[in-house]
């Protein structure tokens, strides 16, 4: 019975996990007001990164400012896609667009303004960075930011790319 009940509680914990591992469905709007539900976020079959952070989050601009200066390359060598997804609040929202133009950021920029998506993903602390693959399996996270940081998550997206 014990093996019984422990092989039971395993396969729930993996159903729940696989469920848990794909997009959520949550309507946002980008920086320019249009609307985007979350579940459709997809990148031709590439992975696409979604990083949460906030204007006053420093570790937060630190890490996307980092990624910015070799996103390019990472783009042409794997095509990877980031979505950054702001959490600021409604009030505050109208500073994320001129920070991410001054910041030269040239992401997709969507606004978490009630946090559904940050709850919905189980978001605690930012930046918090997911990795999801071409067919938005979630498969790496990672809360904070140091420098380097940035490297370890390139390394992710590039064994998901030679795995394809």
């Known amino acids: 019975m014990k093996k019984f009940l422990a092989s039971a509680v395993a ?7 696989a ?4 997009l959520p469905s949550v309507t946002l709007k980008d920086i ?10 997809s990148n031709g079959g590439k992975p696409f ?3 949460f952070f906030a204007t006053w989050c420093h570790p937060c601009l630190r890490e996307l400012t980092a990624i910015s200066e070799v996103y390019p390359d990472w783009q042409d060598e794997t095509g990877v896609k980031l979505i950054a997804v702001s959490i600021d609040q409604a009030q505050d929202a109208h500073k994320v667009k001129p ?6 950021f040239e992401y997709e920029v969507l606004l978490d303004v009630n946090n559904d998506l ?13 990795l999801f693959d071409g067919n938005g399996k ?10 380097g940081d940035e490297n370890e998550l390139y390394q992710k997206v590039k064994e998901l790319v030679k795995k394809k």
Do not use: W
Request: proline share 4%.
């Open 19 to 22: 469920a848990m591992a794909q």
């Open 99 to 104: 920070l991410c133009d001054s910041k030269g």
């Open 138 to 147: 979630r498969v790496y996270s990672h809360i904070g930011y140091k420098p």
């Open 49 to 51: 990164i979604i990083s």
């Open 11 to 17: 396969m729930l914990l993996l159903g729940c996990t």
């Open 32 to 41: 320019n007001g249009k609307t985007i539900n979350t579940e459709k976020i």
């Open 118 to 130: 940050k709850r919905a993903l189980g978001v605690n602390n930012i930046p918090h960075v997911f």
